[in-house]
């Protein structure tokens, strides 16, 4: 994790990886990416990418992040270090593990902007993706899911691992037929809705109620994050209130159909208060 603040004047605009205002936030990050490794059983350990930053200018090939425990001047990012010299990540490690929420005990609010600031690292960044996480039935997902709600609306957001290289075509043009699928069941709907989407290309659903936004990309860029919105109408509905159970299923198929991964469930609307 980098920062726009910092003192090596790094830009962190040349690569993919995640920006945030000051070091206290960085710091912040940085402690919960850890404490959230920690409750995972098969994290053995943990690197920190690098020592130093980068050079004001960028490395050879332009990256140029603010990615160190020190700046160029060898001063320590002090928010940073004390955050990491105060963890006891042996002491921490041998606590029982905590069950962890998802949607199957309720489906959390959306934010007031649930497809808002739909871009690398932004993109369901405000989401609730602890409580709203759908746990997979394929044995190997390749991608997460998440799902939030307002009385408008049921949000579904999606994570993605989606290798795209476009040297594979003669033209460089990926075509439709091979972008990623979505495909999204709502229950007792009696046509599936289907999304084409990744290779850094605009999105196309064939429902026209539905809304899609997705940031993805080619090449080294093997992200395929992407919002849906599915109003009320859609589920029989004319608002959702807490309490309603909604039931859908999903599949994403990966560029060219390499990988598939489904959900399916009946989720219940929590309120915000619960």
Not at 35 to 42: A, F, K, N
Not at 66 to 71: A, E, M, Q, S, Y
Not at 244 to 249: C, E, L, P, R, S
């Amino acid at each position: 994790m980098a920062a726009r603040e910092n003192r090596s004047g790094n830009k962190n605009n040349h690569g993919v990886y995640p920006v945030v205002a000051t070091q206290k936030e960085r710091a912040a990050g940085f402690g919960n990416t850890l404490h959230s490794l920690l409750r995972i059983p098969y994290v053995v350990g943990a690197d920190w990418f690098q020592y130093y930053d980068e050079p004001t200018h960028g490395r050879f090939d332009g990256e140029n992040f603010n990615f160190g425990l020190v700046d160029i001047h060898d001063r320590p990012y002090e928010a940073l270090t004390t955050t990491a010299s105060a963890l006891d990540l042996a002491g921490l490690k041998k606590q029982p593990p905590r069950p962890r929420p998802d949607a199957s005990q309720g489906v959390p609010p959306a934010p007031r902007n649930p497809l808002g600031d739909f871009k690398p690292t932004l993109a369901l960044k405000q989401w609730d993706r602890e409580r709203g996480f759908v746990k997979p039935v394929s044995e190997f997902p390749l991608a997460d899911l998440y799902v939030c709600w307002n009385k408008k609306a049921i949000y579904l957001g999606l994570y993605a691992q989606d290798v795209v290289e476009d040297a594979l075509y003669r033209d460089k043009v990926v075509p439709q037929s091979d972008r990623a699928t979505w495909v999204v069941s709502i229950g007792g709907s009696a046509r599936p809705i289907h999304a084409r989407i990744g290779a850094g290309l605009e999105p196309i659903v064939d429902e026209p109620a539905v809304r899609v936004v997705n940031v993805s990309g080619v090449n080294g860029d093997v992200r395929n994050v992407v919002g849906l919105e599915l109003p009320a109408k859609l589920f029989g509905k004319a608002r959702f209130k807490p309490g309603d159970a909604v039931g859908f299923a999903s599949t994403f198929l990966t560029h060219c159909q390499a990988y598939r991964v489904e959900w399916r469930g009946q989720f219940k609307l929590r309120n915000e208060r619960q």
